[in-house]
């Protein structure tokens, strides 16, 4: 039986933790409508219809149109001023709390570290992974992957904490220990 000493309850088995950035250790202050909008405005000026698409979908549809560029530009600029202009979670209290730590995040790798440098938790993180870092994103488990191989440790010894279900398939998909940041996910 698991050990439940550590911050949050983490089992000390682990030699490792990968934090979920947004709505785990930090809240960016990003109006994800407003990006969408954007998103949606340089898409038609390509003359592509990406009506009534999320901005995952609309990620999608600019790979398929060769459009990644323009598109991950108006999404990492939100992301960027967010970062800036975050506030920090209770979670954050705890990095630098392990061995190993790291950051696996659907947002750019530029806007983690910018968040990561405006609360202070830089020096506790080994390894920042964003959606733009490797070529697929969560729940693929790769950038999972890719931010633990970056911290040389096995899956087998770490957990992934994050605030969502995708965060929760990412890890099972992974073969990697899951939590929950606040004990349910914050996208039910």
Known sequence: MPNEDGPRGLSTEYDAVVWDLDGTLVHLDVDWNAVAAEADETFRAAGIDAGGMDLWAMLDLADEHGMRDDVEAVVASHEREGARRSTRLASADEVGSFASEGVCSLNCEDACRLALDTHDLTAGVDAVVGRDTVATRKPDPEPLLETLRRMEVDPADA????????????AERANVAFRYADGGPSDV
């Open 159 to 170: 957990v992934f904490v994050g605030d969502s279900r995708r965060d929760e398939v990412t």
